[in-house]
């Protein structure tokens, strides 16, 4: 690492000019304060101060020189500064928030305001003022309930649902808590995620053609940020309701002070007792369709310097349990730890980022009076440095990242074969990044190498983003092309309908040798991304994106469904596809997504149609997998219904077209003939029931579309509780929405009913 920041010093570092860098936070809280401009008034020159508060200014001619600076709805700074030659500078800014003595209270509106230095190409950025705006599902906003509405996402259901990111499948999804890996971000009652939204600072998520510091997944990225907590004082947050309960504190360790180091922590715990409390509070409800548990730990320790350096550390532990009476159990965990510093070297114009962590995952699935269980885990230790140096119109990155990822599964699948994997691998990424600003547009140019040691192979994956500006910073075109690749693949099959059960597996080596008429040529599962649209400002108040996207998955792997016959010697005569345990496919997913928004401060609108295809081909067919939804609306709208802010209330409307499902033809029994059918009676025993399917998902289930509302009021027990009740509908008009149909007993089986919701929080 020395030599790198050594190089880069010595590269960046010349003529009779100096640097100018500082951190720039809220003079009260010691919050940082991202995304502002910083000027030098003489030199009419700005910059962008990025996520860490920081902000620089390269190869400024010696003298001295007015630094001014604002944000929002803080007050202004300005200060005399003096450059050196060939020396760094250092302004710390503190900004105070602006008081004004009114007599009524006026709410501002207005959109965030587009990054100068991000294409912002298939990328929504969620901060938590919009994660409170969407209906409350159980009394409590979720990161989960925006995901669902976000352009070209599918959910695909209440039980047990997976979110599906413009064609991608979930194991396709890199989801991100302060750069630990989340193997299962979604709990097993679809309604909620296990973030804690009052913790977050942002979540960024791209889905489709992300840049080149994000390797090992090819179709999308959630990348979520916690903040640190208070500095100030210790605060406290109680919430409860019938679907969870939750326990939030936050404080300094060592309180802030302007020019010192200081120090804080957070902790949450989040539990749902709904198998308990559904009899009491929804008795209409079949006991068999609320069978859900979970419990959510949380916390994390960050550790500040005043010129924005840091080093936090953070941990996880996540645990579901679903018991269907009589039937199956499912069982799953998480849990993690992590650590992240970011560096500001004194003598060096660099930054540098460096993370370390650990994240597991296992989830059991048993059946009554099954000898067949499964299982599955995942552990994975990651390691990754980033060195970013700032150049006069943007930042050139140079980052490394080192996977070792073990996987344990045992599966069984619909014929009863066994599947099973004890896996170690590795896997090495390197990535060059040039993120340039010019007077009208924006180019973020990378490179990553993708090395992948247990399969012998590599990947070199070009990624290239672009943005146009036009109208006076009112038009914005942008596009996105890149290449991408991954070995991890999930041990359920796309081709399954409805499916708790969600484990892993890694670099496979014996899958088909040949594909497609051809001869397989490496283990990796690939994908192209080209993804291209507008941005349109109406005004301060209102914007338009229309984006169309294209994704070619050249290569992708996928549990045997149709595997009959053990893998060996007795059956060496059977056909590869009917004894592999898995089979190579190919897919496309393509469509385009339209969004408008609207914010005046007391009214919030947010309408998104997307219109998506996605296909598979395994080398004798083509087929549509079960999330190609073809048409996605959601419509959401917040109102304040006071000025004080002190009532609000929010609708969200939900249509989707059918999910693509195999019909059924007829019924057979169906014997089990082990070992070649040697000592199979099979003239005086009884067999299963089989099922003979028509096409592969060539029918549809009916469409599907609900409407949630949440009620929200603000007040005062006491000056020093601020509480807040929620009440919410979710399903107001009790949409019969179907989950799935259950062939043997030939009975459609409906997602959750209406579920009307009191919930109560307090911050003291």
């Known amino acids: 690492m020395g030599v790198m920041i050594a190089f880069s010093s010595a590269l960046f570092g010349q003529g009779d000019v100096g640097t100018l860098r500082g951190a720039v936070k809220d003079k009260t809280t010691g919050e940082v304060l991202p995304y502002g401009y910083v000027k030098i008034l003489e030199l009419n020159k700005k910059v962008e101060v990025d996520l860490n508060g920081i902000y620089t200014f390269i190869k400024v001619p010696v003298g001295t020189y007015t630094v001014f600076a604002t944000y929002g709805n803080y007050d202004t700074f300005k200060s005399k500064v003096t450059i050196i030659s060939g020396k760094i500078t250092r302004q710390n800014i503190a900004l105070g928030k602006v008081i004004r003595e009114i007599g009524k209270v006026k709410v501002k509106g207005g959109l965030s305001k587009k990054s100068d230095k991000e294409v912002d190409i298939g990328l929504t950025r969620v901060t938590p003022r919009e994660i409170a705006v969407l209906p409350s599902v159980g009394g409590e906003p979720d990161l989960l309930q925006y995901l669902q509405v976000l352009p070209g996402a599918v959910f695909s259901g209440d039980q047990g649902g997976q979110l599906y990111l413009r064609g991608g499948s979930p194991v396709m999804n890199k989801v991100l808590l302060d750069g630990m890996v989340i193997y299962n971000p979604f709990h097993s009652i679809g309604l909620f995620s296990v973030f804690d939204a009052d913790f977050i600072s942002s979540a960024d998520i791209y889905t489709a053609g992300f840049g080149a510091q994000y390797g090992g997944r090819i179709s999308a990225v959630v990348d979520v940020k916690t903040r640190n907590g208070d500095l100030t004082k210790v605060r406290k947050k109680i919430s409860v309701n019938p679907f969870t309960a939750k326990f939030n504190i936050e404080g300094p360790i060592k309180k802030y002070s302007y020019g010192k180091p200081n120090s804080s922590y957070l902790f949450s715990y989040k539990t749902s007792y709904l198998k308990h409390t559904a009899s009491t509070f929804y008795p209409y409800i079949d006991k068999v369709k609320l069978p859900y548990t979970f419990n959510d730990l949380y916390g994390k320790l960050s550790f500040n310097s005043p010129n924005g350096s840091y080093f936090k550390m953070f941990g996880f532990h996540f645990r579901d349990n679903v018991d269907f009476p009589n039937t199956t159990s499912y069982a799953w965990r998480s849990s993690g730890f992590g650590t992240q510093m970011f560096l500001l070297p004194e003598a060096s114009k660099v930054k540098v980022e460096a993370n370390v962590s650990y994240s597991g995952y296992g989830i059991d699935q048993k ?67 040039y993120k340039v600003k010019t007077k009208n547009s924006v180019i973020d140019a990378g490179m990553r190498l993708q090395y992948y040691p247990s399969l012998g192979d590599a990947n070199f994956e070009p990624r290239l983003q672009y943005r146009l500006t036009l109208k006076k910073q009112k038009l914005y075109f942008k596009m996105a092309v890149g290449r991408y690749s991954q070995n991890l693949l999930s041990a359920s099959s796309d081709r399954d309908v409805v499916n708790l059960f969600y484990g892993f597996l890694s670099g496979p080596n014996n899958l088909p040798n040949q594909f497609n008429g051809k001869e397989r040529t490496h283990s990796l599962q690939k994908a192209n991304h080209a993804v291209a649209g507008f941005d349109y400002i109406i005004g301060e108040k209102s914007d338009i994106t229309v984006e169309g996207y294209f994704k070619d998955f050249t290569q992708l792997t996928n549990i045997n469904r149709d595997k009959l016959f053990d893998n060996n010697s007795t059956n060496t005569d059977k056909p590869d596809a009917l004894k592999q345990d898995y089979v190579l496919e190919t897919g496309q997913a393509y469509g385009g997504d339209f969004r408008y928004r609207y914010n005046n401060g007391r009214f919030y609108n947010w309408i998104v149609y997307s219109l998506n295809y996605v296909t598979r081909t395994d080398g004798t067919q083509t087929y549509s997998p079960v999330f190609d939804r073809r048409h996605n609306i959601n419509i959401v709208t917040s109102y304040y219904l006071s000025r004080d802010k002190k009532h609000v209330t929010s609708l969200r409307w939900n249509y989707g077209s059918g999910f693509p499902f195999t019909q059924t033809q007829g019924f057979f029994e169906k014997v089990d003939f082990n070992n070649n059918g040697v000592s199979t009676d099979y003239t005086g025993q009884n067999g299963d029931v089989g099922v003979v399917y028509g096409g592969l998902n060539q029918g549809r289930l009916p469409q599907y579309h609900r409407l949630d509302f949440s009620y929200k009021w603000n007040f005062l027990v006491h000056k020093k509780y601020k509480s807040q009740m929620i009440v919410s509908i979710t399903n107001v008009y009790d949409r019969n929405n179907i989950f799935y149909f259950n062939r043997f007993e030939f009975k459609r089986v409906d997602q959750l009913p209406i579920l009307p919701s009191v919930g109560f929080n307090m911050k003291f």
């Open 367 to 433: 059946e009554v009076n099954d000898d067949n269980p499964r299982k599955s885990d995942i552990n994975a230790f990651d390691l990754g440095l980033n060195i970013i140096n700032s150049l006069p119109k943007g930042d050139f990155i140079n980052g490394i990242e080192i996977n070792s990822i073990q996987t344990n599964f045992e599966i069984f699948n619909s014929n009863d074969r066994k599947i099973t994997q004890t896996e170690f691998t590795t896997q090495f990424g390197v990535f060059s990044q």
